[in-house]
Structures are given as C-alpha cells and as structure tokens.
C-alpha cells in the first residue's frame, strides 16, 4: 500500500533576497521524502510535499535553521461560542486554515 503524501506550510523569516528563497527551495528539495518544494520570497513562506514516512515538520524545521533562516512558530488557543453543530466547527477550522495559507 502506498503511503499518501502529506504538505507542510511554513512562514520563513530572514529571507533578503531570491537567492535566499532559492537556497532553502534546493535545501529542502535533497532531503529523502521531498516530492516538491516551493518557497515564495515575497509572502515568506513554504509549501512542501513529502512522504511522512521518511520525514516530519520537525525535519523541515531543523533544515530551514541549519541553512541560516528561521520559522515562525505561533500558537494561539482561544474559544469560540454560538457553534451549535459539526458544521459550525468544520466552518470555524476552514476559516482558521485560510488565514494561514
């Protein structure tokens, strides 16, 4: 059975210039488990496909800062009230999710 892939998001801080974004792309790109990756200089941030058998967020994190850069780590709990169902919730995460992308 093959395993599915999965995609990583991340928002890169210390980028200055398209070289930078290119050497973190290349970086993360020779890891074993990378499909494909993109780094987008002007929004700061990452998309990654990769096999979650062979590597996990916490891989791409430890790359990012063994080339030079950083990754914004925020967290955030909070509660939400009036949700009355499932699809109020299923709403609110896909809502919370494009604030993200």
Known sequence: MAVESKQANF?????TCAACA???EKGISRMDGVEKA???LALE?????????????ADF?????ALGYGVVKQ?????????????????SKKALADLTE
Not at 11 to 15: A, D, L
Not at 75 to 91: N, R, S
């Open 11 to 15: 928002q890169i801080t210390g980028m």
């Open 61 to 65: 994190e430890k790359k990012i800062d």
């Open 45 to 57: 941030k990452s998309s990654i496909q990769y096999d979650p058998s062979k590597l996990s967020e």
């Open 38 to 40: 993109n780094v987008n």
């Open 22 to 24: 290119t050497r973190i």
């Open 75 to 91: 967290k955030a709990e909070f509660d939400i009230t009036g949700m009355t169902c499932a699809a109020c919730a299923t709403a």
